[in-house]
């Protein structure tokens, strides 16, 4: 019997599918954007070049999912009874459906998350037989990489299922693993940094709610935990993690080896990392300044020490954004809220007035703002997530939700094999009129 999620979701893909081929049938010519050398050298950044109705990334609004802004996401989506953040499992059904979930969505929703949390027992071995001294995030990818043996998909492909259902195997799948991710990851935190110790899960919590109660974790962690996926879970298909993602499954690979190499994708330090990065610059800065409590006139000789230095200041900036990431700001209201008197925080909003102005007298920032990684590191540091190797297991954890949402419809919608075509930089200087073409003797 399927779910309301998975009825709701084949009305809409039949739906949507005359759509997509009209567009490749009848406009299939027309020109959407320009191919530069810069946009070639330079990573194909800007590159109008991919598909996804999940997220769209505005400059000045930031990221919107299925066309809501993040606080009109946080404002109408359902909470737990008691919470301040909505539902993980809701932001789930808005990404696959475009339609926000009433409360008896919810409630099938995470009995449906709840009833395949179960990890089979050969992950925590797999998992235990890592070195100590592991990094976290080969870990994660290792144990979500084996479980490739569940995958739904892989035997229905193998028996010859019809194309047009391909959605359908990849969304149990997406299911099964995002309702396990919780478990892995604190059962990975468990075995590097708590001697082992596991917490249970408790069957009778949500997706945030669990996952904070097997961290150990008090309320309000439980509500960190909810924002810090939500946010986390989508940023347009073009950035490394979810470009990896749906470009693996484009060769129809299944989702656990596609969400597999999405999370070796984020593990690199120009694209999961930044946090990390705030916090050491934060407490590097505390150190040699010699206080918790700088004053501004500090602040603002560090800031310039280090911009003068030839570097960046960490948490500030985006490719996109031209504004303060909401993503940020969602985090900051949290936190004057909950952790107003933590010290970093207290650090943190200093710098937010600091930081820009500076930047804008510098010059060389496009976007002087800060942007998500300059807030969320050190709100898991103040409840006692002090790992730093761990924090992308968090952003991988949430980034997968948008990832698998993408990887299902682009089965629905059958998109093709992703496989764009190279050039030599001969070829390059001949385009550029650098060089003559060669012509053949």
Same mark, same amino acid.
């Given at each position: 019997?399927a779910?309301?999620?998975?009825?709701k979701?084949?009305?809409?893909?039949?739906?949507?599918?005359?759509?997509?081929q009209?567009?490749l049938?009848e406009?299939?010519?027309v020109?959407v954007?320009?191919?530069t050398?810069?946009k070639?050298i330079?990573?194909?950044r800007g590159?109008?070049?991919?598909?996804?109705?999940?997220?769209?990334?505005?400059?000045?609004?930031?990221?919107?999912?299925?066309?809501?802004?993040?606080?009109?996401?946080?404002e109408k989506l359902?909470?737990p009874?008691g919470?301040e953040?909505?539902y993980v499992?809701?932001?789930f059904y808005?990404?696959?459906?475009?339609?926000?979930?009433d409360?008896?969505d919810?409630?099938?929703?995470?009995?449906?998350?709840?009833?395949?949390?179960?990890?089979?027992r050969?992950?925590?071995e797999v998992?235990d037989a890592?070195?100590c001294?592991?990094h976290?995030?080969?870990?994660?990818s290792?144990?979500?990489?084996?479980?490739?043996r569940?995958s739904?998909?892989?035997?229905?492909?193998?028996?010859g299922?019809?194309?047009?259902?391909?959605?359908?195997p990849?969304?149990?799948?997406?299911l099964?693993?995002l309702?396990?991710?919780?478990?892995?990851?604190?059962y990975?935190?468990?075995?590097?940094?708590?001697?082992?110790k596991?917490?249970?899960?408790?069957?009778n919590?949500?997706f945030g709610?669990?996952f904070?109660?097997?961290?150990?974790?008090?309320?309000?962690y439980?509500d960190?935990s909810r &924002?810090h996926?939500?946010?986390h879970?989508?940023?347009?298909? =073009?950035? /490394?993690?979810a470009?990896t *993602? #749906?470009l @693996?499954?484009s060769s129809?690979?299944?989702v656990?080896?596609s969400?597999?190499a999405m999370?070796?994708g984020?593990?690199g330090?120009?694209?999961?990392?930044?946090?990390?990065?705030v916090?050491?610059?934060?407490?590097?800065?505390?150190?040699?300044?010699?206080?918790d409590e700088?004053?501004?006139?500090? &602040?603002?000789?560090?800031?310039?020490?280090t911009?003068n230095? =030839?570097? /960046?200041?960490?948490?500030y *900036? #985006?490719? @996109?954004?031209?504004?303060t990431?909401?993503?940020?700001?969602?985090?900051?209201?949290f936190s004057l809220?909950?952790?107003?008197d933590d010290?970093?925080f207290k650090v943190?909003?200093?710098?937010?007035?600091?930081v820009?102005?500076?930047l804008?007298e510098h010059?060389?920032?496009?976007?002087?703002w800060?942007?998500?990684?300059?807030?969320s590191g050190?709100?898991?540091?103040?409840?006692?997530?002090?790992?730093?190797?761990?924090?992308?297991?968090?952003?991988?954890?949430?980034?997968?939700?948008?990832i698998?949402?993408?990887?299902?419809w682009?089965?629905a919608?059958l998109?093709?094999?992703?496989?764009p075509?190279?050039?030599?930089?001969?070829?390059?200087?001949e385009?550029?009129?650098i060089?003559?073409?060669?012509?053949?003797?």
């Amino acid at each position: 019997m399927a779910t309301n999620l998975k009825q709701k979701l084949y009305e809409k893909i039949e739906e949507w599918r005359p759509r997509t081929q009209k567009l490749l049938d009848e406009y299939g010519d027309v020109v959407v954007d320009k191919v530069t050398i810069s946009k070639l050298i330079g990573g194909m950044r800007g590159l109008k070049s991919l598909v996804t109705d999940i997220s769209y990334l505005d400059p000045n609004e930031g990221i919107r999912y299925r066309g809501y802004t993040l606080p009109e996401v946080f404002e109408k989506l359902p909470k737990p009874k008691g919470a301040e953040m909505p539902y993980v499992e809701g932001l789930f059904y808005l990404l696959l459906t475009g339609e926000l979930p009433d409360q008896s969505d919810m409630a099938d929703l995470v009995d449906e998350f709840s009833k395949r949390r179960i990890v089979p027992r050969y992950i925590y071995e797999v998992i235990d037989a890592f070195p100590c001294c592991s990094h976290p995030m080969t870990i994660f990818s290792a144990a979500i990489l084996t479980m490739h043996r569940e995958s739904f998909f892989s035997k229905k492909y193998n028996a010859g299922i019809n194309k047009l259902d391909y959605w359908d195997p990849m969304y149990e799948d997406s299911l099964n693993l995002l309702a396990k991710l919780p478990e892995i990851a604190s059962y990975i935190y468990a075995k590097l940094y708590r001697d082992g110790k596991r917490i249970q899960s408790n069957p009778n919590l949500d997706f945030g709610g669990n996952f904070a109660f097997m961290m150990g974790k008090e309320k309000p962690y439980d509500d960190v935990s909810r &924002l810090h996926f939500i946010i986390h879970s989508d940023h347009e298909s =073009g950035n /490394v993690s979810a470009h990896t *993602g #749906h470009l @693996v499954a484009s060769s129809l690979s299944d989702v656990y080896q596609s969400i597999s190499a999405m999370v070796n994708g984020l593990a690199g330090p120009l694209h999961g990392l930044a946090n990390q990065e705030v916090l050491r610059w934060l407490h590097d800065l505390i150190e040699k300044i010699g206080t918790d409590e700088p004053s501004e006139e500090e &602040l603002k000789q560090y800031v310039w020490n280090t911009l003068n230095a =030839g570097y /960046v200041i960490p948490g500030y *900036g #985006h490719a @996109v954004l031209r504004k303060t990431d909401p993503r940020y700001s969602l985090q900051r209201e949290f936190s004057l809220k909950h952790m107003a008197d933590d010290k970093l925080f207290k650090v943190v909003n200093k710098l937010y007035n600091i930081v820009p102005p500076i930047l804008k007298e510098h010059g060389h920032a496009k976007n002087p703002w800060p942007n998500v990684d300059a807030q969320s590191g050190v709100i898991q540091w103040h409840y006692g997530i002090q790992e730093y190797d761990f924090y992308t297991v968090l952003f991988g954890i949430g980034r997968a939700i948008g990832i698998c949402a993408n990887i299902i419809w682009d089965r629905a919608l059958l998109y093709p094999l992703e496989r764009p075509k190279s050039l030599t930089t001969d070829m390059l200087e001949e385009i550029a009129g650098i060089r003559e073409k060669k012509t053949a003797d």
